[in-house]
């Protein structure tokens, strides 16, 4: 039975990563990955972290909907969206800058390539969802990234009150993660990759996600990020 479950189908790189960490601290609720789908359903109402749902075979879409009477899509300018993602799947460039390179992106394609507006308009299509959405859920919420990102307790408020659960925010929300980085010098940016490579033989995501969290601040390398930082 879907109970009050609400399912996050779309889009990636539009805050959902902070999104159900922030779920996950609440009480109330219950936060399920398309990972890791359990076999009983907890009692709890369920938010589901699916946000590339809409992009797979219709067996997932039927598999959710049996689960989750509502649907959640938060949607990017595609150019952003698509530069962001294109940053994260082109760190595997280098072993040091460590994440696979997907079959999404040509390896030596470069932002401006035509390439890459055939990426935005087919992958962050919004009427292409929106149209998808509809035709699985009944109920379902969509908002802009723009004004999740300046209004985060409205549009968390926003979305507990259409998922229809009593959930306690705390005063003050948690930061926001998962920040895709953008060097001014892709140089330097190399070298502190590759030192901190070297010095621990972990990829630059894990750097990079330390960053975002401000969990480096008493390290120099933080401070070398930080102001390798493009704003």
Same mark, same amino acid.
């Given at each position: ?6 399912? !996050? ?101 470069? !932002? ?120």
């Amino acid at each position: 039975m879907a109970g009050k479950n609400i399912a !996050l189908i779309a889009h990636k790189k539009c805050g959902t990563t902070w999104l159900w960490q922030m779920f996950d601290k609440l009480d109330g609720c219950e936060v399920v990955h398309s990972k890791n789908l359990p076999n009983i359903w907890p009692s709890k109402p369920v938010f589901l972290y699916w946000p590339h749902a809409i992009y797979n075979h219709r067996d997932d879409l039927e598999y959710i909907r049996k689960r989750c009477d509502k649907a959640l899509m938060i949607f990017r300018d595609p150019q952003e969206a698509a530069k962001s993602l294109w940053r994260d799947e082109t760190e595997g460039l280098k072993r040091h800058e460590a994440k696979i390179v997907s079959g999404w992106f040509p390896v030596k394609t470069s !932002l401006n390539k035509p390439n890459l507006t055939d990426i935005r308009y087919s992958y962050f299509n919004y009427n292409w969802s929106l149209k998808k959405v509809q035709k699985y859920f009944t109920n379902y919420f969509s908002v802009g990234y723009d004004f999740y990102l300046e209004n985060q307790r409205t549009t968390v408020e926003q979305i507990i009150n259409f998922w229809g659960v009593d959930l306690e925010l705390p005063d003050k929300l948690p930061p926001k993660t998962n920040v895709s980085y953008e060097p001014r010098s892709r140089l330097l940016y190399w070298i502190i990759n590759k030192a901190f490579y070297e010095m621990t033989g972990l990829p630059s995501a894990y750097i990079r996600k330390d960053f975002a969290d401000s969990k480096m601040r008493k390290s120099p390398l933080w401070w070398l990020y930080r102001l390798n930082q493009r704003y």
